[in-house]
């Protein structure tokens, strides 16, 4: 049996499994409370004004002070794109809640080799991120906020794990099983279909797309992972910014060292 065909005998398993327990993989969330984890980058920010736009959501944005190298200017970013959606969606979206646990710790991160860190991100980082939203969650749910669903930023080219459809199913299952609540549902509304006409898969390039049409203001957003103001053009996270921008034949409003 391929790798591919492990993965999508696991997803059927996985799939299974929610349905037996609450006869739905996931649902839509539509007009519901969501939170949202919120990076400062584009997919995150636009992801946001499409859920409100096409989904009626009532986000609460959540960021996690996690020790990201470009940290300072995440919050920047988020902040700022959270200030502009309120003023254009008062009733649709919260104050950013921000909390703080490092992942990984400082003690483990310190002696990860650069190569797993490149290759694979660092270990467990997004499972830790979500896991922490749902904890808000139930936090909001305890204080008579109904919610549910913790939504992200993945597109369908992220290649790290804990970023694909396949991880957020585990994610979901691992929520649901540990909280004993089987109503919870960990997801990317880019990996739904009818978000976008005529996309089942959305990627990076139809954010910038659907944002540049929808006059969203992407100079606000925050993708380099390095630690100075401007962007430094090098990082594999900026050169894939620049060439969407490019292949789109739109100039990118933010600042380069470059």
Known sequence: MSQKQEKSKLKNIIKECLCMKRGFVTKIP??????????????????AEMVIKKWGCVIYP???????????WEME??????????????????DVFMAESPVPPQEIKKNLSIKRIVSKGHPLRNPIIYNIAVQYGTALNDKGITL???????????????????????DTLHVCVNLEEWGWQIMSPFFQS?????????KKIDLIRWGIRNNFPLYLTRTCTRKDELSCGQCEECKERLETFKTLGVNDLIRYKL
Not at 30 to 47: A, E, L, P, Q, W
Not at 154 to 170: N, Q
Not at 194 to 202: C, E, T
């Open 148 to 170: 549910s669903t913790v939504l992200l930023g993945s597109v369908y080219s992220d290649y790290f794990p804990g970023s694909r459809p396949i991880d957020l199913l585990i």
């Open 30 to 47: 539509r007009h519901k409370n969501v939170i949202f984890t919120m990076t400062g980058g584009i997919d995150s920010s636009v992801g």
């Open 77 to 94: 970013a988020v902040t700022k794109i959270v200030k502009y959606l309120k003023n254009k969606y008062p009733k649709n979206i919260k």
């Open 62 to 72: 959540f960021y996690l002070k996690r020790g990201a190298t470009a940290e300072k």
């Open 194 to 202: 009818g978000l976008l006409a005529k996309k089942k898969f959305i």
